[in-house]
């Protein structure tokens, strides 16, 4: 299955060490949004685009908006196992979160990957989701002994629907900020060095989304391989932009930037994301040095999740480098 997104930036993936629900296995920054990779469940939680103009704005052209439309879902994977997780192709670079005063809660060297493996998902059956050409992916493999029928999705905060096309059946997923597709799916298998097409399409039954396959080698691996485009889903995936950088007489080089952080999703369903600003001057003794810099935070940012609505605050970070 491959998540195919326009001018985008590396997608990667993030280990969870504690900064996120014990749930979450990997965090992926998505172009106006995210994805969570859950033990059972996909978690997407996308931004209207214009955020990203409002907090990098170029020319004259800024939306002057208070507030922004978003929305999270899930695709729960029902009737899973708890799977074996893996990770590789590490980037060579890591995150620090220090989020709050509590320090048991903050994580260092967290590890980022190009891609990670759920093995056993389903009894034989395992997905693996990565990265290629700067597009996210994920396949289902059903290796022999597996039941490709016990693959179930169920969407949690959004409606599915199938609609025929010249191409094939396709899912569509409607949010309130834009419109997923997931192209026919492609299932294959390698046997003897060659690849052998399996016809395989999308069934929607009883409100789960399942696969409906031809006949194939039941002792060899079957590998089912979708394709979704969140066309409406342009922008970049960073959460920073610099505007401005000076030095100080001592030698320091000062960097002015804003951050807009999107914290794990609570519930499912269409929000408003207010924006306010405030300003609060810290004193040097309050700087932080972590991973290698000085701090000094002139605009803070505070994100509060209340039902379905979420006040964020915006930053304007000082760096001494």
């Not at 997407?44 to 955020?51: C, E």
């Not at 009737?79 to 890591?94: M, R, T």
């Not at 693959?151 to 609609?163: L, R």
């Amino acid at each position: 299955m491959g998540v195919s997104f326009l001018a985008c930036a590396q997608i990667a993936f993030v280990e969870n060490k504690g900064q996120w629900p014990d749930h979450v296995n990997f965090k992926a920054d998505l172009p106006s949004g995210a994805l969570w990779a859950e033990d059972h469940a996909l978690t997407f939680s996308f931004f209207d685009p214009q955020i990203t103009a409002f907090l990098h704005p170029s020319g004259v052209n800024r939306p002057e908006l208070t507030e922004f439309r978003g929305h999270h879902y899930k695709l729960h994977f029902v009737g899973s196992l708890l799977p074996f997780v893996s990770a590789s192709k590490e980037s060579g670079y890591y995150n620090n979160y220090y989020l709050g005063n509590d320090s048991s809660k903050w994580a260092d060297h967290c590890q980022v990957f190009q891609r990670f493996d759920y093995q056993e998902l389903y009894r034989y059956i395992d997905m693996t989701m990565y990265t290629d050409g700067g597009n996210l992916k994920y396949d289902f493999v059903v290796r022999p002994g597996g039941n490709v029928h016990d693959i179930a999705i169920v969407p949690d905060g959004v409606k599915m629907k199938i609609e025929e096309t010249s191409r094939g059946n396709e899912l569509v997923i409607t949010t309130s900020v834009g419109v997923i597709r997931e192209k026919a799916p492609y299932a294959y298998q390698i046997i003897q060095g060659k690849m052998i097409e399996v016809t395989c399409d999308f069934v929607l039954r009883n409100g789960q989304l399942k696969f409906k396959v031809g006949k194939y080698d039941h002792s060899q691996k079957l590998i089912i391989d979708p394709e979704i485009a969140f066309s409406t889903y342009i922008g970049s995936t960073a959460n920073n932009f610099g505007f401005t950088a000076c030095d100080d007489t001592q030698g320091n080089l000062i960097s002015g930037a804003t951050v807009f952080a999107d914290g794990y999703p609570t519930t499912t369903g269409a929000f408003l994301l207010h924006l306010v600003d405030l300003v609060l001057m810290m004193p040097q003794s309050r700087s932080l040095t972590r991973m290698g810099h000085n701090f000094c935070i002139v605009l803070i940012s505070v994100e509060v999740a209340m039902k379905r609505l979420i006040v964020l605050l915006r930053i304007t970070m000082i760096i001494l480098l």
